[in-house]
């Protein structure tokens, strides 16, 4: 029999909590497989950690949201959110299932033509659009969403000896009764700021003014608040209609559907406190269908969602390094990926789950990621079986914003699998190479080392 490695005892508090005559039951199922395919093969041929994309969950999210909406509104169209996830492989499966592109980039913009997205099926947000930028999207008739005065002005001096005019939108900001209040991105409703440039826009002669859009915060958990932006957006294309003689195609409610994770500090699970994409499209289609359009008026209703519809069809997997005791006697494990591959362990309390069996022992602990960086925690306490060394992990509803927003720091930014239909797998970004890391570097001929 092999002998047991040596741990010295602790002395912990114990807290209260469900029991039965075995003791506490820790709730914990292994989770050996992603759709078919067993995690420890995926670990074995993609090494670890390794990103997992499930294209069978990525589709079903989003034939459940635009059945949520267009069950209950005539006009439905959604905008993938490139920013979320704009792996190609990615982009096309939404695009594949209808999804146009919205985009807040050059690189972005560029991305989604590249995709092969017709340039009027392209909806260009963002504060930052160079002249260049808002020059590519005039010459493919893309929508072009308004942030600010000064590019409202840059629209105006590029259109002046254009034949056609610019496809545009306002881009609007509010007060929903949810705060802080996202005020920094286009023109604000109260103030008459967002009126003041829907006139200036409609008044040019330059410009045509198709939409208005809006985007009221991220992660939202208030549907109410969706119905008092969508109040406000009739009432511009009301107004427009009624003073201007000018009819709005379009209205766009942006994004900021939450997934059911957990968000730190939460006192309930996500799962528990999120409301469903239904209870949003519920609110919202209501809202313009009651608000008095007459059928011809009705605008099309364009959806940007991102998070909501690929967070829970993304994995991450890895293995754990070590266990030490931390000086308070807590216990920490050490796992091969950080806080630069998964950004959004600083938002989320995400759900981690043992690949293997385990026995019945847990406890709470702290997980840590391989970085010299004392930020580095993927979670700061965590009921958890006992885990060995070389035991694999998996990291559940990681699809949305790690892929844009991870870092090349300290380790290389891991492989990306996606698992199709049929239970095979791809993989749709290789993993980093220090020749890949080094590429872009020149060294000055004075610097470079003797051979």
Not at 212 to 239: F, P, Q, V, W
Request: hydrophobic share 40%; with cysteine; charged share 20%.
């Amino acid at each position: 029999m092999e002998k047991l490695t040596y741990e010295k005892p602790y002395i912990k508090k114990l807290h209260a909590g469900v029991m039965n005559k075995f003791g506490t039951r820790t709730g914990i199922q292994p989770v050996k497989q992603i759709d078919g395919v067993s995690v420890k093969s995926l670990i074995e041929n993609y090494g670890s950690p390794v990103f997992v994309l499930s294209e069978k969950k990525i589709r079903k999210n989003y034939r459940s949201a635009y059945r949520a909406f267009s069950t209950r509104y005539p006009k439905v169209q959604f905008a993938w959110s490139y920013k979320t996830n704009y792996l190609n492989a990615v982009c096309q499966i939404f695009h594949q299932e209808g999804s146009w592109a919205e985009v807040v980039s050059g690189f972005e913009y560029h991305k989604a033509l590249r995709n092969g997205i017709p340039g009027n099926k392209i909806i260009f947000n963002g504060p930052g659009k160079s002249n260049d930028d808002l020059q590519a999207a005039i010459d493919n008739d893309s929508l072009i969403h308004i942030d600010h005065f000064e590019e409202l002005n840059q629209l105006l001096v590029l259109s002046k000896k254009l034949a056609t005019k610019p496809r545009v939108a306002i881009r609007v900001n509010m007060d929903t009764g949810v705060y802080p209040s996202w005020d920094r991105f286009g023109f604000n409703y109260e103030n008459n700021e967002a009126w003041t440039a829907i006139e200036k826009t409609i008044n040019s002669n330059k410009l045509q003014l198709v939409g208005l859009h809006c985007h009221i915060g991220t992660y939202m958990l208030s549907a109410g608040a969706y119905e008092i932006a969508a109040n406000k957006l009739c009432d511009l294309a009301m107004r427009c209609k009624a003073q201007l003689h000018h009819k709005i195609e379009y209205i766009d409610m942006g994004g900021g559907f939450p997934s059911t994770n957990t968000l730190k500090g939460a006192y309930l699970p996500g799962s528990d406190t999120v409301p469903t994409v239904d209870d949003f499209a519920e609110v919202i289609t209501s809202t313009i269908l009651n608000f008095g359009f007459a059928q011809d008026d009705l605008p099309l209703l364009i959806l940007e969602s991102g998070r909501v519809l690929i967070d829970d069809a993304g994995y991450l997997l890895g293995t754990v390094v070590a266990n030490k005791r931390l000086s308070n006697g807590k216990r920490a494990t050490i796992v091969d990926f950080g806080v630069n591959i998964l950004f959004t362990s600083f938002w989320y309390e995400h759900q981690i789950s043992p690949a293997q069996d385990f026995n019945s022992h847990n406890e709470n602990m702290i997980i840590y990621g391989p970085l010299c960086m004392n930020i580095d925690v993927i979670r700061e306490s965590i009921n958890l079986p006992l885990l060995d060394p070389g035991d694999q992990v998996v990291v559940h509803q990681v699809g949305a914003y790690n892929m844009t927003q991870w870092m090349q720091f300290i380790t290389l930014r891991p492989a990306v699998v996606l698992i199709d239909k049929q239970q095979h797998t791809h993989v749709i970004r290789t993993g980093e190479t220090l020749h890949y890391t080094e590429e872009p570097e020149i060294i000055p001929g004075h610097l470079k080392p003797d051979k």
